[in-house]
């Protein structure tokens, strides 16, 4: 197999779902290295899944999943978006939160950093993901980071989030092109020091009290 295919592989080894645009930003490749996709799902070594609503996303093949020696995940429509949500939230936070890792072998995301978890919840459009999000902030013991579809839906599910919690909330349209969170406080989104600073924000305002 060719260098640009390896590193495509391993980034969706690492990360289970990308789109082409987080491949290129993973991968270290050029968009037109990247033209070995369709080849890689033409071979069998990728999946490719298309939706109305996303852009098209890849994730390994059992294939492709066996030659790596990880395990095959198997992918519904919700947990396809949610996970590439959460990428594109791991994409941007990597500048801001240097010294992070990342793991998304799990049901849900997490991100690690100086010792602290921070679950990434990423729930989708619709009543049925604003009200999961809010369940697993409740039952959640670790800190956390929400990455909703909109401010509308991020104001929802912080309104039902309890009290006392941890959680820094962001949407889809501030991770685009960078990285802004909030924190919650009086009914109203506050800018995070993260955002104000990435470079050096506040560890006080991560790790809470």
Known sequence: MEESGAKVMRALAAC???????????????????????????????????????????????????????????????????????????LQARDALPGSEWD???????LL????????????AGLFERVLAVKQLNGAADRAFVVAVSEEAAYEIACGCPAGRLVRYT??????????????EGGVFLADAISAAPKNFSKKSLEGT
Do not use: H, I
């Open 16 to 90: 289970g779902v990308l789109s082409s645009n987080q491949l290129l930003a993973l991968s270290g490749l050029s968009r037109r290295a990247l033209r070995v996709l369709p080849r890689l799902v033409e071979k069998g070594y990728l999946d490719c899944y298309e939706s109305p609503s996303a852009p098209r996303l890849y994730a390994l093949s059992e294939k492709g999943a066996g030659l790596l020696g990880v395990p095959y995940r198997v992918w519904d429509a919700g947990g396809l978006l949610r996970l590439a949500a959460a990428n594109q939230f791991w």
């Open 104 to 110: 998304a072998s799990g049901e849900t995301p997490v």
């Open 113 to 124: 950093r100086g010792g602290l978890r921070f679950l990434v919840l990423a729930p989708r």
């Open 171 to 184: 949407w889809d349209d501030e991770l685009k092109d960078g990285f802004a969170v909030y924190r919650f």
